[in-house]
């Protein structure tokens, strides 16, 4: 893989998938989001309608980004996860290897957070939309609650 693809993999899980997941819930309870989502019957998408997911995808992911950074990054802090002491004067010299690391596990990390908080978020607009009426079986919450276990 070549590094710029590399480096486009890693945007694209660290704000794309988490921005769409976030989407997909909240098209709940908007009509027009649903349609740039899913279209209507015997329509499809066109290059506006993927161009308008795109650009919402990666600005609910940078949105999710800056929740994680604020509540889930000072959350893992007090359970005495320590952020590591970087020393910027040397990042120069450092500068391959740091972006390697950001592209090989932070994204990863990225990925994980956000998509945790994409996934409250969507379920909880899920939950309060006429779509969710009627529902009674304990299922779906209990496999969120795992998905989000494995995702922390």
Do not use: K
Request: glycine content about 8%; proline content about 4%.
């Amino acid at each position: 893989m070549s590094p710029g693809s590399h480096r486009n993999f890693g945007l694209l899980i660290g704000f794309v998938l988490p921005g769409f997941t976030c989407l997909l819930g909240m098209a709940t309870l908007s009509d027009p989001l649903r349609f740039w989502l899913i279209g209507t019957c015997g329509t499809t998408l066109a290059v506006g309608g993927v161009v308008y997911v795109t650009a919402a995808s990666v600005i609910v992911g940078m949105a999710l980004n800056v929740i994680r950074w604020a509540l889930l990054d000072n959350l893992f802090a007090l359970t005495g996860i320590r952020r590591p002491a970087l020393n910027f004067a040397q990042l120069t010299a450092h500068l391959a290897a740091f972006d390697r690391m950001v592209d090989d596990h932070f994204r990863f990390y990225q990925f994980y957070a956000c998509t945790l908080l994409a996934l409250i978020l969507g379920f909880a607009a899920w939950w309060a939309s006429p779509m969710a009426e009627g529902i009674v079986s304990p299922w779906t919450e209990i496999a969120l609650v795992l998905l989000l276990i494995l995702l922390v």
